[in-house]
């Protein structure tokens, strides 16, 4: 006779662990949803950031549009890349669900992994809109070919957002302060990462920050995808070593901090 | 006026008062706020020198650190005026707070004023900052104008973010709609890019918003470019104008509210 451990054990429940967990957390997030949070969210807020980057980047007459549009269009994707996997560690708190969570056994890396693929998908998929949004209004051009690339691109920056997202999420499990932390790395990523400012703009160890900064890689591959030029897998690969480190320094920061806080009994701090 | 009306005046005046100091010392120890007043300008005022510089632009130095200064004041205020409705939301306060017999204007009034206010240190830290890291020469052409604009500019952002927030008071996910209003606004009030820029017809929606007067007397008594009496006079005007409008707005929404029973909602 199979009992529930049995029922409940094995490849069946890590898969879904990682795709229907992560999946009704990030629901949960935008209370199951709405459609009334999620568009000004997700898209309305992007669409205003883009207009108002070329309105000023057209006042200084420095770059074409279409140099703040990729920007942008990809900072756009640290929104959701940031803030989801931050907030659905951060929710469970608020939620006073924190410490039931902890309390089950079930395999952290996959359970917290999983609230980052949506956050991944959400991500890409708003960069994709921005991009069109600013194809729409002419002030860039995609070229057809250039989609394959300019999609893994979108992809990988989002991976590497939410990685980032991930590790301030893991430092939320011991402080109440990760909405301030995400606020701090978005914005920070509009001074440092090549957004509206050129690296060669910026002092020396500034730019050196940004260069390490998640996203910063991933718009410069964007910009030569679709000006044609070379060398954009190299930058994607550096793209993608950055979200396996944050990966890993969030999955080490989960478990350190957890039992920090079993020991500290702060799970239930609000 | 009557003795009695003078009593509830004075005893309005002295809630206004504790109401914005109790909301202030909430707000400096949330660090979402102090980063949202004082290392949010910090930011944007850096954004704006490199990419001045970096371009070419020739504005003026004390231009641009006002407007990044602005732009974290009118950031931290529509934030700040937002999430007090929903904290109180949060808290399960709202409804005993509309239930009782203060007005709920003069209930929000203070939110809004204290998070405007929490920009003004905001301001000075971005002048100092713009000073030490810039190289901008901290000279004021008309002081006294300038000291005058500074408040008359916080009260004005702060109504104009409590006429927004008032929608959060009916519908409980308009705190979504928030961070919406902060790029249109920067970018119609003539925050680092001047307006003369936009379309006409857009000009004319400028002209309406109470930052756009602030930017015009903060500047002009700074850098001594246009009339800065007169950007307060009309600064004094739209503040009084969004005044009436909110005060009609949130009778509606709140009566809206309790009789859809929507107050206690999350």
Known sequence: MVGT???NAGPSVTWRLFFVAGWRSYLALFRWLRPSAFIPTVIGVPVVQLIWAVHLGRYLGAYPPDYYVVGNALHACAMAGLFAPAHSIQGERYGGTLTALLATPANRAVMFSGRVLPAVLTGAFTSAVMLGVGTALDWVHVPLGSLPMLGLTLLVTALSCSACGLVVGAVGLRTREATFLANVVLYSMLLLCGVNIPFAWLPGWLAAVGHAMPMSQGIEAARRVLSGAGGAPGLLCWELLKAAVLVLLALYLLQVLERGSREKASLDDV | MTAGRLDRLGTSAGFLARAWRYEMRQLIRTRLYVFLAILLPLIFASMAFYMFRGSGK????????????????WSSTLLGSGNAITRLRLMQLLEPLVASPRSTFLVTLPFAIATSSLGVYGLLVT???????????LHLEHPMLFFVAVPVTVVAL????????????LYPTAQSLANFFEFPVWMLSGMLVPISTLPDPVQKISYLLAPTWGVKALTGAAVGNGSAAEAIGMCLLLTCVYLAITLLLQRRFEWLARSSGTLALQ
């Open chain 1, 5 to 7: 451990l049995q029922r």
């Open chain 2, 58 to 73: 020739q504005d003026a130095p004390m231009s641009v650190a006002l407007s990044a200064a602005l732009m974290g004041m």
């Open chain 2, 127 to 137: 002048l100092g900052w713009s000073a030490v890291l810039f190289d901008m020469p």
């Open chain 2, 158 to 169: 702060g109504m104009l973010g409590l006429l927004m927030a008032s929608a959060f008071i």
